[in-house]
């Protein structure tokens, strides 16, 4: 967990996802192997184990990932890069490229609001597959697909669309070619 993820938020956007899902937190409990009352405890606490994280995230469709080694090179907030390397740039357009939707690859290259923010930048492009991109786009970051949510990603975000969306499709062209022969 980021040090700009406090428990309490973690387990608010689990709890919309499993809201989102028609659960009631003894049927989420239940289908995470623990009891109501211990979801209740987890609330109010400051710290948790990350089993019980892993249980509540993968009853919803959610997953808690533990990223290593993204202290340094992050924005005074940890929600961006503090700068957009080529290399990075690189393997960001060939996530995109690929229409990969695992959050774990995502989040393995970015913090997940900065990666959300990409993916809703990459469904607003003609030839992605919208809602999935959406959905992984919510998945990283709660709230990551609402218009003012996304204006503040465009602020600051390293990423420009104008060059990053043409060199997705530039990348994309040649694989789909590859395939067709």
Known sequence: ???????????????????RKGLTDSAWASHAGMRKESLSRLRRRATCDFATLHA?????????????????????????????HRDLEERLVDLCARAECEPEQ?????????????AVMLAGAPGHDRSALLELAERLHPGASEPAVFARWL???PVRPSRFLPAVRAY?????TRHAA
Not at 1 to 19: D, G, H
Not at 59 to 83: C, K, R, W, Y
Request: net charge positive; aromatic share 6%.
């Open 1 to 19: 967990m980021s040090k700009s993820t406090s428990l309490t938020k973690l387990v608010a956007a689990l709890t919309r996802e499993a809201r």
């Open 56 to 84: 509540l995230a993968g009853v919803v469709g959610a997953s808690v990932v533990v990223q290593t080694g993204q202290t340094t090179g992050l924005s005074p907030d940890g929600h961006f890069p503090a700068e957009l």
């Open 155 to 157: 602020e600051r975000s």
């Open 172 to 176: 994309a062209r040649p694989a789909r």
């Open 106 to 118: 995502w989040t393995a290259l970015g913090p997940p609001f900065f990666m959300a923010g990409l």
